[in-house]
């Protein structure tokens, strides 16, 4: 690439103009990050102009190369750059986090050129890895993703999982641009200017590394053009900045994050410094339009194919509900080739492992790496894949922040959690999920499904899958009885009466493990016993409806059992879900922390056998 004077002089005044609004847009608003968008001025300038395809009137479009923000506090300077390239107007930029505007604080997919949205830093290069995979293996063609990263984030562990998968997965189409300003949010960050530290650590990972003044653009120019031709490994540019940059006032002092100019003099003192640069009679920005035009709307709108193969499963057998994974997951690969799974490293034990088999092209393997794993899941739905990640459901604790900005990004990302609640016994408390019901039901327009059999776990994946939202899948690791026949349906927002009850004395509800539990409860009653018992399999959308009714006809005595902690699972659930109708309420649930042992001795030791079940029910009943 050329760089002569013409070009460098229109870039200055492109990186002016994203200053500039930059600027205005945070004063207006009275709050905001103006330093940050200062020093990524430049590099964003090149990017846009100089570097990445694109068409500007079709952002969303899949053969445009890819920006993640990462750092998303710096968001008026992407709104500002999207303002140069013609697709937003000044105006818009300028309501900046007014109530009712899509230009927000951070980004959000409510804006076309917006995959996932960013703001909790250390996300946005696994999205962007995400991205990256389905450029590769789905569009095929030479599609990019650039994401741009705070240096302060690169504390932040999730960071180096995707420095570590990248490189493992030779993503030569990934760039991560890394704008080192020095100063976090408090202090200087933990390396300041020291270019090569961080250099030696993301080589160490494998990846190709260009050091640059990132306010000098004809270095920035040539960055660009050596890392979009590496091949084999991903490449990463880091930029010494200067946070506030082009500001006399406020460049590189430590007090100025997250804070505005004041409106009047101090922002028009800063507007003459940055305007400098800005050209009378600036040439129409050029842009490399991709000249292959990629649709997937209608793949990516349309319903998802619901395999009509019944659960391969035989009466008189005992399986697992993890087992469903594998068999639930192969089909909807089958019927639907939207369909991904992400793994763990713990195929083998949930079953995920015979997706692999059947369709290794759509299996991301991402070690233990959960947060990487649900960063992954996102990029990949973003572009309109529908991805299951799966691991342990204790794991996906550490992810949550993941998971959460998944969810605000109204992203298809589905979860599945196996070896859930002290049924697995031995293992020990590490490895209980006992916060996993109350963590996803917060998640907005979640489906939280716990089946109770092979059978019903079966057809809660699929139903999972054809949720448009994000969602999780609650499964055990005992091996118990099917208790549903193959043709039984189980939509979402519904319950099962596995025990019926013309006059009960009480409404026994759980779900999972605990169901086979009370059904054996049950039988110590006799032909004539007084409990109705319900298997809540959705939790959300909770059955309020008909929950209703079954409480009523008990006259509102309830009895909940459940292998999860007291706050936040089927408890609470029902709590909410029946409310005003319970007059009196028992919740037998795990209360402090449990032991190793086997899944009996646990079960019995939180009044959760059939044994203690039972107890609990007679002094109900009578």
């Known amino acids: ?22 600027l205005r847009s945070t004063s207006e608003a009275g709050s905001g990050h103006p330093t940050s968008c200062l020093s990524a001025a430049d590099l964003l300038a090149v990017l846009f102009f100089k570097t990445m395809r694109f068409d500007p009137k079709n952002p969303g479009s899949h053969a445009n190369d890819r920006l993640v923000l990462s750092k998303g506090h710096a968001a008026p300077a992407l709104y500002a750059a999207w303002a140069e390239a013609g697709f937003l107007k000044d105006e818009e930029v300028l309501t900046l986090r007014k109530m009712g505007s899509r230009i927000e604080g951070h980004p959000m997919p409510s804006l076309p050129f917006v995959d996932v949205a960013t703001g909790s830093l250390g996300q946005g290069l696994a999205v962007g890895l995400g991205i990256s995979i389905y450029q590769n293996r789905v569009l095929k063609g030479d599609q990019r993703t650039f994401v741009l990263m705070g240096d302060g984030e690169l504390a932040e562990g999730s960071v180096w999982e995707s420095f570590s998968l990248g490189a493992n997965l030779k993503a030569e189409n990934l760039t991560a641009i890394v704008d080192v300003n020095r100063l976090g949010q408090s202090r200087e960050t933990m390396h300041g200017h020291d270019l090569r530290s961080y250099a030696r650590k993301i080589e160490a990972f494998g990846w190709e590394v260009f050091s640059v003044d ?10 660009f053009e050596r890392a979009i031709k590496v091949k084999g490994k991903p490449a ?4 010494k900045t200067f946070k506030g940059h082009g500001v006399s006032f406020i460049e590189n002092k ?13 922002l028009e003192k800063a507007l003459a410094e940055v305007s400098g640069d800005l050209m009378k009679s600036p040439p129409p920005p050029e842009f490399n339009i991709p000249k292959i035009s990629i649709s997937m709307k209608e793949v990516e709108t349309r319903a998802i194919n619901i395999p009509s193969a019944e659960p391969p499963y035989e009466n008189g057998k005992n399986y697992a509900t993890r087992q469903a994974v594998g068999a639930a997951l192969v089909a909807l690969g089958k019927s639907d080739e939207r369909i991904w799974v992400i793994d763990g490293d713990t195929g083998n034990s949930t079953f995920a492992d015979e997706f692999n088999k059947k369709f290794p092209e759509r299996w991301v393997e991402c070690y233990i790496a959960e947060q990487n794993m649900a960063g992954i899941a996102a990029g990949l739905a973003a572009r309109g894949a529908i991805p299951f990640a799966v691991t342990f459901g204790a794991f996906w604790s550490r992810a949550f922040d993941q998971i959460r900005m998944a969810s605000l990004s109204g992203l298809n990302v589905k979860f599945l959690g196996t070896h859930a609640g002290i049924s697995i016994g031995e293992d020990g408390p590490s490895q209980m999920a006992l916060e996993d019901l109350a963590s996803f039901r917060t998640l907005q327009n979640s489906a939280v499904f716990y089946p109770s059999d092979a059978v019903s776990a079966y057809n809660c994946i699929l139903n999972l899958a054809a949720h448009k939202g994000p969602g999780y899948v609650r499964l055990s690791r005992p091996s118990n009885p099917l208790l549903y026949d193959k043709n039984e349906k189980f939509p979402i927002g519904g319950l099962k009466i596995l025990r019926n009850c013309e006059k ?12 086979h539990e009370a059904l054996k409860a049950l039988e110590k009653f006799g032909k004539d016993c007084p409990i109705e018992l319900v298997d809540l399999y959705c939790l959300k959308p909770f059955p309020s409806a008909e929950m209703k009714k079954l409480v009523s006809k008990s006259n509102g005595v309830v009895a909940v059992f459940e292998e999860h902690a007291y706050e936040g699972g089927i408890g609470e659930s029902v709590l909410s879900g029946a409310s005003g109708l319970i007059r009196q309420w028992t919740h037998v649930a795990v209360n402090s922390v449990p032991r190793s042992g086997t899944p ?6 939180f009044g959760l056998s059939a044994d203690k079940i039972f107890q609990t029910l007679k002094k109900l009943a009578w």
């Open 504 to 515: 009960p004395k009480v409404t026994a509800i759980t779900s999972g493990v605990i169901v």
């Open 254 to 266: 430590d007090g100025w994050h997250g804070k505005p100019l004041k409106k009047g003099e101090e």
């Open 600 to 605: 009996g001795e646990l079960l019995d030791s």
């Open 236 to 239: 990463c540019i880091i930029a």
């Open 1 to 22: 690439m050329e760089n002569n004077g013409s070009m460098i002089k229109e870039l200055k005044h492109r990186a002016a103009r994203i200053r500039t609004l930059s």
């Open 214 to 223: 990132g306010h000098d653009l004809n270095e920035i120019l040539g960055a």
